[in-house]
């Protein structure tokens, strides 16, 4: 190993500082402890930061003579370094707290285990080079990529400490996870060219005794910052899976590295182009390997079962799930996501959802994820669905082929025996009923289903069925409210239609006594000709909805009012009309005749022979009036108030009660208003307000022309 010459005096200031910085911190951390440090972390730090003043005196030696020996030396003590600083991130971790504060040891002691071993292969290699005759190209070699991994797994180790730290003591733990990153950062760059380029770079050697003194404050402030609360770690599922993972990658791809060397370093003059291939198909598998659903599924199980006391991190799996749920917009993409978030729990590829039919008598498969279509329909009051609204159990169907007992009178279904790789039945349970049943697939990796996991999935069925209720319970008020509103239209035209068959009744009455009568018979035509067009424009609102096709217009009063006297001139009283100045109104005619044609109505049948009953057209201001009044019966105070507006509220015994309600709600879509005064025996009287509309009865230009 070569180093670049011409070294300056910078080295020795920078690993002579970096010496002198550790060896007093060393010294402090002795006073303050008085000597006594019986605090396993205590110890451990002390071990480190003695390790780093040696290897920092080292790099001063180094500097001020580059022998051969001397570079051994302070790689042995580099790798010292980094056994102290692995001892004391490992003890930290295993001072992890649970949720509820109490402290429980750190049961993976894999990380200290595999830094230890690669702080042993880097001395070993070490000790090779120091051995004369021993020294060659491959130990070399050998020994630069230890380096290499003792950095990689020191930023392992801050990863995994930094990450598990909990929220309120992260706080604490933040320098000095940022401090070692950089320093083992710093290292992982300057092994990395010393790898590449096979000497080292003076440049990177004087920094890395800077480097050290520059992260020592980050150091002494966590230790500060902790002296009076000691850090809580907590260790999730997610980290641990991610950490490993990283871990199980950096092996890989070092291992990948040295084969690729000695491929090319054996291959002869093949041997750059066998390292480059040997490089890719080592990137490719390790690519596939990430991408695998079952590698996943095997490492977390491994991870769960011998890294933690319990196999699931239920604040994850629990915020999962819901995610998983919330992210559906629909009934069908909800039974989809019920599927997937249950299977994901167990590792499971493929699954299908079965819901009650809409009669509530069978049960179909609804939904399904990874698997074929299934036709057959499961009875409400069948063995399995029976079985499972008694019981609320998980049916393991690995555990019901080799012990049927244990489900006592289950007999299942010929479909289910048929669905390939059927493996779990969970229910879907709320109080009392069975909403549905998920049934998945087996697992990518073997799991072993106990306690926990049944609780895990009985308890996300509750809430999966909690969701697909509410979704169902939403259809159907939706479904209510389309036909709410159909009956509400439906009521409306039925109303109208009343009101024709009995104006057609009242005309066939006086058929028989003015048959010969020109006039009747004309007024006869008439009034048939308005009927058949009245129930035209009827079912064209039924088939398109309430509001009529033609667009809002100006209406002339004078003419409705004519018109509906007119067509109540068979009737008695008489109905009067007075118009005061012809007015336009904002609406549509057909349905503002409609209204005074109800108050009319309403007037008449009021009213005795002998009484009045009138329309009085005019304006207000800016504002077009109707009034419609009369002089009979009228109602009471309390009826106006709290009945008169109200659909199917009547004093008449044939009445709907839906006319008033109808007048009303139009009225106030064109921007007016209705309003009553009525006395018991005296009268009613309406009044009607609707927008103005102005018609002008020359052009702009004639005006213009008359200034």
């Known amino acids: ?58 790099g001063f030696l180094l500097a001020l003579q580059p022998l051969s020996f001397l570079f051994i030396a302070q790689a042995v003590f580099d790798s010292l370094r980094y056994a102290g600083w692995y001892v004391f991130s490992t003890l930290l971790l295993r001072t992890a707290t649970t949720a509820s504060g109490r402290e429980r040891p750190f049961r993976a002691r894999w990380p200290l285990l595999v830094g230890l071993g690669i702080v042993a292969a880097a001395l070993t290699f070490q000790a090779l080079l120091a051995t004369e005759g021993m020294a060659s190209e491959a130990v070399l070699r050998g020994a630069q990529y230890a380096a ?63 480097a050290a003194v520059l992260v020592l404050p980050l150091i002494i402030l966590t230790i500060y910052r902790s002296r009076a609360r000691k850090l809580r770690i907590a260790v999730s599922q997610s980290a641990a899976f991610q950490t490993t993972s990283l871990a199980i990658a950096g092996i890989y791809l070092l291992v990948a590295a040295a084969a690729g060397y000695y491929v090319r370093f054996l291959g002869g003059s093949w041997g750059g182009a066998l ?53 559906a917009e629909n009934a069908p993409q909800l039974g989809q996501q019920v599927i997937r978030g249950l299977a994901d729990m167990v590792e499971s590829p493929a699954g299908t959802l079965w819901l009650r039919d809409g009669d ?64 779990l039945i969970v229910p879907l349970s709320l109080p009392g009923e069975v909403v549905g049943f998920v049934v998945l697939a087996t697992a990518r990796a073997p799991l072993d289903i106990n306690w926990e996991v049944n609780d895990l999935l009985r308890t996300a069925g509750r809430q999966a069925a909690a969701f697909l209720a509410q979704i169902q319970a939403t259809e159907a008020l939706l479904e209510a409210r389309k036909f709410d509103a159909f009956n509400k239209m439906s009521a409306f035209v039925v109303h109208d239609l009343k009101n024709i068959v009995t104006q057609l009744s009242l005309m066939l009455k006086n058929a028989e006594r003015h048959a010969g009568n020109p006039e009747f018979q004309r007024d006869m035509l008439e009034t048939v000709d308005h009927a058949v067009t009245r129930m035209k424009q009827l079912m064209m609102q039924l088939r398109e909805g309430a509001k009529p096709a033609e667009g809002i217009c100006g209406v002339d009063l004078a003419a409705v009012a004519e018109r509906v006297r007119k067509a109540k001139a ?116 309406f009044l009607i307000r609707l927008p103005l509309i102005e018609l002008s009865q020359s052009s702009d230009l004639q005006q213009a022309e008359h200034p």
């Not at 550790?22 to 972390?41: E, K, M, S, T, V």
């Not at 503002?592 to 007037?603: K, M």
């Not at 507006?645 to 007016?672: C, D, N, V, W």
Request: charged residues 20%; neutral net charge.
């Open 360 to 423: 509530g008598h069978f049960y179909r498969q609804s939904a399904r994820w990874n698997l074929p279509d299934c036709p057959a329909r499961e009875p409400a009051d069948g063995p399995l669905v029976s079985f499972l609204k008694t019981s609320g159990w998980v049916v393991n169907l690995e555990e019901y082929r080799h012990r049927p007992g244990r489900y006592q009178s289950l007999t299942l279904p010929e479909w289910l025996r048929e669905t390939p790789n059927a493996w």
């Open 570 to 685: 068979q009737q008695a009283p008489a109905v009067e009309v007075k118009v005061h100045s012809p007015v336009f109104a904002r609406g549509h005619e057909e349905r503002i005749e409609r209204v005074i044609g109800h108050l009319v109505q309403n007037a008449l049948d009021a009213t005795p022979a002998d009484g009045r009953v009138w329309i009085d057209i005019g304006r207000d201001g800016g504002m077009a009036t109707i009034e419609v009044g009369d002089t009979g019966h009228g109602m009471s105070p309390q009826f106006v108030r709290e009945r008169l507006f109200k659909p199917f509220q009547t004093t008449k015994q044939a009445g709907m009660g839906i006319g008033a309600y109808e007048s009303r709600q139009y009225i106030q879509e064109l921007g007016g208003d209705i309003r009553v005064e009525s006395a018991e025996n005296i009268g009613t009287r």
């Open 148 to 210: 290499l991994a003792q950095s990689i797994f020191g930023l392992v180790l801050v990863e995994q400490l930094f990450r598990n730290t909990t929220s309120d003591s992260r706080w604490h733990i933040k320098p000095l996870g940022i401090g070692l990153a950089a320093v083992f950062g710093f290292d992982l760059y300057f092994y990395s060219t010393t790898l590449l380029f096979s000497q080292i770079d003076s440049d990177s050697f004087t920094v890395r005794g800077l």
């Open 275 to 327: 390292q480059i291939a040997v490089l890719f198909a080592a990137l490719l598998l390790m690519m596939v390997l990430l991408f695998s659903g079952t590698m996943r599924a095997r490492i977390k199980v491994l991870i769960g079962k011998h890294f933690f006391r319990y196999r699931y991190d239920y604040r994850e799996e629990w915020l999962k799930f819901t995610r998983t749920l919330s992210s």
């Open 1 to 58: 190993m070569d180093m670049e010459p011409a070294l300056s005096t910078a080295p020795l200031w920078s690993y002579g500082l970096a010496a002198v910085s550790y060896l007093a911190f060393a010294l402090h951390l002795l006073r303050w402890r008085h000597g006594n440090l019986r605090d396993p972390i205590d110890r451990a730090l002390l071990g480190a930061t003695l390790a780093t003043t040696l290897w920092a005196a080292e």
